[in-house]
């Protein structure tokens, strides 16, 4: 059974920093494009970050390029989302995803496994 758990998550002022942990279980990750997605209150689910299979190419949504860093552990099955800078805007529901496909996507419904989804909440 496939398992993705995000850790991490939590209250924080703003500018300042968390980092998101996704790890994953019941699948070989280095085999997955791995995104971030975040869902806000009332919002819709929204792409932040993507990387590749060997953590090579990346891509990031305007809002949070420059701020955000993934990145991936494939020997530990475990993806992170450094976030600096947060602002209040931020503050989302962020859960980790799997594609069985190594092209970058930013279409939540082209991922195949999703965590459960962690609290940030950013306060001014």
């Known amino acids: 059974q496939v398992q993705l758990v995000e850790s991490g998550g939590g209250l924080v002022q703003t500018g300042g920093s968390l980092r998101l942990s996704c790890a994953a279980s019941g699948l070989t990750l280095s085999r997955y494009f791995m995104g971030w997605f975040r869902q806000a209150s009332g919002k819709e689910r929204v792409f932040v970050a993507g990387v590749s299979y060997s953590g090579r190419n990346t891509d990031y949504a305007d809002s949070v390029k420059g701020r955000f860093t993934i990145s991936r552990d494939n020997a530990k099955n475990t993806v992170y989302l450094q976030m600096n800078s947060l602002k209040p805007e931020d503050t989302a529901v962020y859960s980790c995803?799997?594609?069985?496909?190594?092209?970058?996507?930013?279409?939540?419904?082209?991922?195949?496994?999703w965590g459960q989804g962690t609290q940030v909440t950013v306060s001014s």
């Open positions: 995803a799997a594609r069985g496909i190594s092209r970058i996507s930013r279409v939540s419904n082209e991922y195949d496994y």
